[in-house]
C-alpha cells in the first residue's frame, strides 16, 4: 500500500520513541513512508506534498492538533486521511473507535474502508470534530499560555478548567442561523461534527460525522450547583435534563459580538473580531474508518 504516516514526536504525555513506533508501524504497513512533524503547521505540508505526488492514504500520528493539520492538506483530494492517537484528549480517536494500544489500532487501520467525512469550517479554517466559544475555548486559550512553561497534561488542563469555571462570565453573543437573529449568554456554544471533546465527555451525543449537518449545542450559564448536578450525563453520552442544554442542527450560522471572539477549533485556541461564522461542507474528507 502506498502511505504515509505523519508523526508528532512531542505529541502525549512523553516524546515519542521513535526507533519503536518505526518498527510497530512496518510491522503492519512494511514500505510505509514515515516522516516526523517538526513544528506547527509541518503536518499540513507534509500531508498535501503526499496527496500532491499520489499517496493513497496520509495517517496523522499524534493528538487532535496534529490531525486537524494533517487533514487541512487533504480536503478535497483523493488521499485518505488515517488516524493514530497520541494525545491527551483524542476526542477524534475515541470517535472513530481507534484508542487502545498501537498494535491493535495499527490493525483496525488495516481492515478500514474508506468514507466520505464531513468537514467544518470556522471563519474558513477546518475542523474535523467541534468548534466553540464560551469558557471552552477561554480555558483552552488559558491553558495553551500555561503550557508555554512545560505543564501539559490532563491534571493542568483540569486545574486551569476549574479556576476559570469559578471566575468565569459569559459574553454576549447574536446568533443568525437561517435568517434568525437571537442575543445569547451562554456558558459554551458548541459546533459539533463529532460527538466528544475527548476523555469521554460526549457533547452533542447525536452528532455524526456523515451526516452533512453539524450540532449546535448550547450549554446555558446556570448555577454551579445545578451544573455539577448533571455534569455526570456528558460522560454517560446522555444530553442533560434540567433544561441545561438545547441542541438544534444547522449548516450555516454567524456569530456576532462587540469587541474579541476567542473560539477553538479541533481544541486549539483562535481569536477574531466581531464576527465568526461557521460552515461545513459534507463529505470534503476521504476518511479511514475501522
Not at 44 to 67: P, S, W, Y
Not at 239 to 246: A, F, R
Request: hydrophobic share 40%; with cysteine.
Amino acid at each position: 500500500m502506498n502511505i504515509r504516516f505523519i508523526l508528532n514526536p512531542v505529541s502525549g504525555k512523553k516524546p515519542a520513541d521513535v526507533a519503536a513506533l518505526k518498527a510497530q508501524i512496518l510491522a503492519v504497513f512494511p514500505g510505509a513512508q514515515i516522516c516526523l512533524t517538526q513544528g506547527p503547521g509541518h503536518a499540513t505540508t507534509l500531508a498535501q506534498e503526499a496527496a500532491q505526488n499520489g499517496v493513497e492514504t496520509v495517517v496523522a500520528m499524534g493528538g487532535d492538533g496534529t490531525i486537524n493539520e494533517t487533514a487541512k492538506g487533504l480536503v478535497d483530494t483523493q488521499c485518505t486521511l488515517g488516524i493514530l492517537p497520541r494525545g491527551s484528549g483524542n476526542g477524534f480517536a475515541r470517535e472513530l473507535g481507534l484508542m487502545g494500544p498501537l498494535p491493535t489500532a495499527l490493525n483496525k487501520l488495516k481492515n478500514a474502508s474508506t468514507r466520505p467525512c464531513d468537514a467544518g469550517f470556522a471563519n474558513g479554517e477546518l475542523f474535523l470534530n467541534l468548534a466553540g466559544v464560551g469558557i471552552e475555548a477561554v480555558i483552552a486559550w488559558q491553558f495553551m499560555e500555561q503550557a508555554k512553561t512545560g505543564s501539559r497534561g490532563m491534571w493542568p488542563y483540569f486545574k486551569v478548567a476549574a479556576q476559570t469555571l469559578l471566575s468565569y462570565r459569559p459574553q454576549t453573543l447574536r446568533i443568525t442561523q437561517e435568517n434568525k437573529t437571537q442575543t445569547l449568554a451562554p456558558l459554551s456554544l458548541v459546533f459539533a461534527n463529532g460527538r466528544q471533546y475527548g476523555s469521554h465527555f460526549i457533547v452533542a451525543p447525536h452528532a455524526s460525522l456523515f451526516d452533512g449537518q453539524l450540532d449546535r449545542v448550547e450549554i446555558k450559564d446556570v448555577c454551579k450547583l445545578k451544573l455539577a448536578s448533571v455534569l455526570p450525563f456528558f460522560f454517560w453520552g446522555k444530553e442533560p435534563p434540567l433544561g441545561t442544554v438545547q441542541t438544534v442542527r444547522t449548516t450555516h450560522a454567524l456569530i456576532e459580538a462587540d469587541g474579541e471572539i476567542l473560539y477553538h477549533i479541533d481544541g486549539e485556541p483562535r481569536k477574531t473580531q466581531h464576527r465568526l461564522e461557521i460552515t461545513v461542507r459534507p463529505g470534503a474528507l476521504r476518511l479511514w474508518v475501522p
